[in-house]
Nanobody
Framework: QVQLVESGGGLVQAGGSLTLSCAASGGAFSSYAMGWFRQAPGKEREFVAYVSWRGGSTYYAHSVKGRFTISRDNAKNTVYLQMNSLKPGDTAVYYC?????????????????WGQGTQVTVSS
């Protein structure tokens, strides 16, 4: 059983930056690939970014590619999401998730464990 706790959300102006963190405990963090998802009010949860278990492979949603960077530190059991050039459309609750079976997991159904989420609000 893996427990995930996100932090780092907040209110930022358009064009600004935030770095989200997701700390894992209770399991072998380095054996899980990790993903970031987000969910805006009234919308479905959507994929944002993926990093493989060693960090050698990453994958991004088209809407964030070139602006967001996912990374992980297995020694610290933590995955990060660096978000630059933020837009009001990035406003959502951001979730991290862990999975252990798919090559590149972009669907929420592929993930086994989820954090509680952290709110990101981008003002115009």
């Amino acid at each position: 059983q893996v427990q995930l706790v996100e932090s780092g959300g907040g209110l930022v102006q358009a064009g600004g930056s935030l770095t989200l963190s997701c700390a894992a405990s209770g399991g072998a963090f380095s054996s899980y690939a990790m993903g970031w998802f987000r969910q805006a009010p009234g919308k479905e949860r959507e994929f944002v970014a993926y990093v493989s278990w060693r960090g050698g492979s990453t994958y991004y949603a088209h809407s964030v590619k070139g602006r967001f960077t996912i990374s992980r530190d297995n020694a610290k059991n933590t995955v990060y999401l660096q978000m630059n050039s933020l837009k009001p459309g990035d406003t959502a609750v951001y979730y991290c998730a862990a999975e252990s079976t798919s090559p590149i997991a972009v669907s929420p159904q592929e993930y086994d464990y989820w954090g509680q989420g952290t709110q990101v609000t981008v003002s115009s």
